[in-house]
């Protein structure tokens, strides 16, 4: 029980960092959008002539501006630049909601009790949220692409895609939950008899 306990604690703090990473990440994008906003909304003669601004994917790049010159019209970068953010702020929300579901269910292993009652279901609904999150992905790279193709990005298609693993996982995952529920039922018999 006791490496239970200590295993529940070293992943519970890897949850946090993830959690303080997700806020920073999303502060960071903030704060790019508003220096990118800028940098935009600046006059074409006042930029620099050494500023570059590439994007890579995947194996393609994306250039919007090069040696100061702004290489696609205002209105193509906000949409792109919107929905880059979009993207980056609802992987770093749906990454900070499945590292808080994690911590839910870590709370009572970190005391030793790792069937309370309850366990069972937040197991679950992890399964539920490592099942949204194999739908969405390729849901939000078919939507990356269509904006690509909206503002004539010269970018490679990303591969659309939903996973096996993701799917197999989750699958996983709700074995496990029906594993605690027998283990609840037993604790609860157990300290019935008490």
């Known amino acids: 029980m006791e490496n239970l306990t200590k295993t529940a604690r070293v992943i519970d703090i890897f949850a946090k960092i993830i959690i303080i990473f997700c806020i920073v990440a999303i502060c ?68 900070m909601i499945g590292a808080k579901l994690v911590r839910r269910i870590l709370q009572p292993m970190k005391e030793g009790r790792p069937f309370e009652e309850g366990i069972s279901g937040i197991i679950k609904k992890f399964g539920h949220f490592v099942l949204a999150v194999t ?16 503002i004539d990005a010269e970018t490679e298609p990303l591969p659309i895609s939903i996973s096996g693993e993701g799917i197999f996982a989750a699958l996983v995952i709700y074995l496990i939950s029906y594993i605690f529920r027998y283990g609840e039922e037993l604790q609860k018999q157990a300290d019935e008899t008490l």
């Open 28 to 95: 960071m994008l903030i704060a790019a959008n508003i220096f990118t906003a800028v940098a935009v909304s600046l006059p074409i003669d006042d930029l620099p002539k050494t500023l570059s601004l590439v994007f890579n994917f995947e194996d393609s790049d994306f250039v919007v501006f090069e040696n100061g010159q702004l290489l696609i019209t205002k209105q193509q970068f906000a949409v792109y630049l919107l929905m880059l953010s979009l993207t980056v702020a609802t992987e770093s929300v749906i990454l």
């Open 135 to 150: 739908v969405i992905t390729p849901g939000i790279q078919l939507l990356l692409s269509a904006v690509f193709m909206m």
